[in-house]
Nanobody, 123 residues
Framework: QVQLVESGGGLVQSGGSLRLSCVAS????????MGWYRQAPGKERELVAN???????NYVDSVKGRFTISRDTAKNTVYLQMNSLKPEDTAVYYC?????????????????WGQGTQVTVSS
């Protein structure tokens, strides 16, 4: 089994900062990518940022220059540093990981999700 556990959400004023963390644990052969999605009330879940093991990163345009994603590969952990937060950043933030595992049938990859952490930015 694989688990993703997020932490670091909360309530912050506009212009403030938060740092989210997500740790992957379980039977993991390799982590190919880790990232963050968010879902605001009444909206679809969207990619915020992700980072592949090779180092390439992607950000949604609305957070570029304000959010930074980083990974500690030794700890199977991904972070999201969020600065200059805006009320429109309010959402539940979900950790996502593409993880490679071994089974009797060989190597396979699967996507896993955390339980989500609430980020609320007040104006």
């Amino acid at each position: 089994q694989v688990q993703l556990v997020e932490s670091g959400g909360g309530l912050v004023q506009s212009g403030g900062s938060l740092r989210l963390s997500c740790v992957a644990s379980g039977t993991i052969f390799r982590i190919n990518a880790m990232g963050w999605y968010r879902q605001a009330p009444g909206k679809e879940r969207e990619l915020v940022a992700n980072r592949a093991t090779g180092g390439s990163t992607n950000y949604v345009d609305s957070v570029k220059g304000r959010f930074t994603i980083s990974r500690d590969t030794a700890k199977n952990t991904v972070y999201l540093q969020m600065n200059s937060l805006k009320p429109e950043d309010t959402a539940v933030y979900y950790c996502n990981a593409e993880i490679g595992r071994l089974s009797s049938g060989g190597y396979y990859t699967a996507n896993y999700w955390g339980q989500g952490t609430q980020v609320t930015v007040s104006s």
